[in-house]
């Protein structure tokens, strides 16, 4: 589902802004983008304390849809994101994040 909502996404972008929301949200570049999918992380995050099950399920349904947006506009594929997963797959959290540069 997740690889066809990036790839609906995609074709989306050469859409008219007028006509499709994802377009409007393309057109306005990533740091509208970006802004979008934060706002739908904080409503995803609050529903979850308030411990809405419905309401975190389509928050988090929009959270999704703002990412792949984000992804899109930062030019990064999904299939980029997946394989950067499986890579991590089998490694403790505790130890991939020590295994990262440090800033």
Avoid: N, W
């Avoid at 934060?38 to 349904?61: F, I, M």
């Avoid at 994101?81 to 994040?97: D, N």
């Amino acid at each position: 589902v997740l690889a066809a909502l990036a790839d609906e996404i995609a074709a989306r972008k050469s859409a008219s802004p007028e006509t499709s929301y994802t377009a409007r949200l393309l057109a306005k570049g990533v740091e509208t983008c970006a802004k979008t999918h934060a706002e739908e992380a904080v409503e995803t995050a609050l529903a979850a304390v308030l411990r809405d099950k419905a309401h975190v399920t389509a928050e988090a349904a929009d959270l999704l849809y703002h990412l792949l947006v984000l992804l899109e506009a930062s030019d990064v594929k999904l299939a980029a994101v997946m394989a950067e997963l499986a890579r991590r797959q089998g490694t403790s959290g505790i130890a991939e994040k020590a295994s990262r540069p440090k800033d």
